[in-house]
């Protein structure tokens, strides 16, 4: 087993990093001063509330749901992690479309599951009907990656009726989408996991949450870890959520940013999906684009390479400030 | 499945909590000066270090071993998951010594596993020989909970000696002891996992660590979630570690208030058991224990009450600062 290997994370020099979705701006002020307040010994040196009350309360008011049906976890990943565990046994089986995130099938070997995957149709959809009942888990990213498009509404709600297990809708990106899928954690065949790392800039404090019916997030509770969220994350997450205006405002200008670099890209010669997160996908018709690839990272600029069987390889490119994103349009006209 | 169930964890109120082992000193002033030196926009929206190169690099120097044979982890609850994930299969056999950390069954549980126990003698040491030895994970909490004693070196020795497979050497309270087991850490059979929530104070930031053989570090690695700690419980963990002296300072402290109970609590009538840890293990010989954890609860005393087959019931105490420790043998000569 080869485990999953995230994107590469240099830790000095002067890279510009566009290959991990990472916020180029900062998280909401309001996030440092809950840290510092959370910052006394008493809070360091006490066990975290187990379930975080605190963050789930205001989690289900600003997003409208039973705070019970609300799961925090040490990043999205401790989430998708313990559903795999509390859903799949060994020799199980666990689906997603492709090509999509490849942690999935690195969660399916750890847990010693069966892994297989649907293909995406030409338009990045799901096929009808679905071919694969019959899994213990099914993941759909949505927004996707690699490709940063969404299937449409009506497909996802045809698909959970079509499959006999749950569903994990994967909305780490959605916030920079035009809708999401939260109203379909009420079917209870749908669990939802977020991530604060990308539209909240926490990737350096680890935190997620996922939304299911109440009855199933207890079930989750007994997988997971008994403290599995620090005081100090708690804190930030909750004051993040609570501050929709520093989300609505670093918003805005990546997605004016990501509509300039995808058409500045495509003038480029690549093909850009239209995407609905903080990254683009972007091939070439005419030739491979791992040079491409490995002479921006020679030029200090990190994105990320991608290849799939049947679709080629891409450069998923994170939409970076405006400076950065300059730079890379620079480098790549160079280039060309 | 039930879940492990951790003790009670009450957010507010006058209780005096003796429950879950915290430590009643605030972490050295170098963690939080380390934290705050973390509390930048860029190290709050970047991923962290993946293996905490940082961490590992300290941690080596400060306990003479290799970077590389160290793993860094969520606690050291998110080690002993993903030991018994990297190690034991569905259906597997995980084997500790009894009574023991309760969480040991339901990490089993958890991975669909058979979980047995193995008594220890009335002196608390393993049985000789050691009678499973064809377990896929063997855990030995070194000193124990809920006793606080320790097994003999060369009984451990022995001990994984006779195991065919791997044993996990908890240490989760050695700090508190007169001697460790790290050098067993080298003999390729011996995992040895740490927590920092005890002896540095730090529950709330959730920091453990493994130390092994560098080879089956890289078979864990593969098995974590990829960013398993945040930024700032590196950063704390680091400088938690380098303060030698706010270690032994709080260290004496603990073990002279340990002394000081251990004797009390015998005057009053209770069996305690010598012990090496940051808890006290306390029986009665003429009358089950249950009605005094009850009691001390209603006068905002929490201790943990627990009950093992065959070992009758007691009440593990932690020690706490003198203050709490006054209080609770002030309520306990007025129950008398």
Redesign the interface.
Known sequence: ????V?GE?P?DGPFI?LN?N??????SPK??EA??QS????????????VG?AFRQTAGRVLGVDPEAILAG??S??LL?IIT?AFV???GLVVSATPSYI?YRSLAE?Q?ARYETVPYTSGWQTPEPWPIREAHLTFLANPNSPSGTMVTWPLVERLIENLSGPLVLDEAYVDFADSHGLHLAKSGKVIVTRSL?KSF??????FGFAVADPALIREL???K?????????LA?ATAALEDREHLQVTRAKILATRQRMTHELQKLGFTVCDSQANFVWCQRKDRPVKPIYEELKRRMILVRYMAYEGYGDGLRISVGADQEIDCLLDELKQMA
Not at 1 to 4: D, E, P, S, T
Not at 39 to 50: A, H, I, N, S, W
Not at 225 to 233: K, Q, T
Request: with cysteine; aromatic share 8%; charged share 25%.
């Open positions: 087993m080869a485990g999953y995230p994370q830790r990093k991990t990472e916020n180029p701006y900062p998280p996030v440092f840290i510092r910052l006394t010994g008493d809070q360091l040196r006490k066990y975290p509330d187990p009350v040490n990043g990943d401790d992690t565990r046994p060994e020799g942690l750890i010693g790392s800039s926490l990737a350096g404090i680890r509770i007994k997988v870890d008994s403290y599995n969220c620090d005081v100090l994350s930030a």
